[in-house]
């Protein structure tokens, strides 16, 4: 594998950003960016963690009590694994609350509704980097997730800056892209915070979505990507 040139965090400017990470699904935050997660907590400069859908479609479900149950049961887990990343829960902001695989079309009223919360989160707390999945990852829902990002920041009027990450992607060409490294962190203390995911490692039945093996032993550091001018 050839390396390919970064920066540490603290080595920028960007140490003294506050940083708003914006996840998907309830896992994608600490299987993208948990180390960078505790990294910015310890340095008092994340805002906090949104998801873009209530995660409530990982599996089956015979009713929507049963769908309620299984939204709970997700956001608790990602409650859990802030928790054991940042010893803090308060980074848990309530979720955008679009449906896992059905992301809202652009203009719709709930795609114009997520963008004005979050407009209102960064002008709130002066947010100057909002964390995103990679624009062309596999996954529909972290695709939206990345424009939504993009259409927020455009509307914001100071400077802020969308910084993408991994989850199911691949890492962008060093052409297109800054790499910026988090610090490195225990790997069990990772491994703790994905273990708070349960329905997402043992799944109550066949049908439902289980993390594969290959991402349940996570890397102890992160990149995220600044696109180049």
Same mark, same amino acid.
Request: charge should be positive; glycine fraction near 4%; include cysteine.
């Given at each position: 594998m050839v390396s390919r040139p970064f920066w540490p965090l603290? !080595?920028?400017? +960007? $140490?003294? =950003?506050?940083? *708003?990470?914006? !996840?998907?699904h309830p896992d994608d935050e600490t299987i993208g960016v948990g !180390?960078?997660?505790a990294e910015l907590a310890d340095l008092k400069t994340l805002v906090g963690v949104i998801h873009l859908t209530d995660g409530g479609g990982s599996r089956p479900v015979r009713d929507s009590a049963d769908r309620q149950r299984l939204v709970h049961q997700r956001r608790y887990e990602a409650s859990q694994a *802030?928790?054991?990343?940042?010893?803090?829960?308060?980074?848990?902001?309530?979720?955008?609350?679009?449906?896992?695989?059905r992301p809202a079309a652009a203009g719709s009223v709930r795609y114009?509704?997520?963008?004005?919360? *979050?407009r209102?989160? #960064? *002008?709130?707390?002066? $947010?100057? $980097?909002? $964390? =995103?999945p990679m624009a062309d990852d596999a996954h529909c829902d972290h695709r939206a997730a990345y424009q939504l990002a993009t259409h927020c920041v455009q509307s914001v009027p100071r400077a802020v800056r969308v910084a993408e990450y991994c989850v199911w992607g691949t890492a962008p060409s060093s052409r297109t892209h800054r790499?910026?490294?988090? !610090? #490195?962190?225990?790997?069990?203390?990772?491994?703790?915070? +994905?273990? =708070?995911?349960?329905?997402?490692?043992? @799944?109550?039945n066949a049908q439902a979505f289980s993390l594969p093996m290959a991402?349940?032993? @996570?890397?102890t550091f992160d990149f995220v990507y600044l696109r180049r001018s």
């Open positions: 603290q !080595a920028t400017t +960007l $140490v003294r =950003a506050r940083w *708003l990470i914006l !996840a998907p !180390a960078l997660i *802030l928790w054991r990343l940042t010893g803090s829960r308060r980074y848990l902001l309530p979720s955008l609350g679009w449906t896992d695989g114009r509704e997520s963008n004005r919360r *979050l209102a989160i #960064c *002008l709130r707390h002066r $947010v100057d $980097v909002i $964390v =995103a790499s910026i490294r988090s !610090a #490195c962190m225990p790997r069990g203390r990772r491994r703790s915070a +994905l273990r =708070a995911h349960q329905s997402q490692l043992y @799944p109550s991402m349940r032993n @996570p890397k």
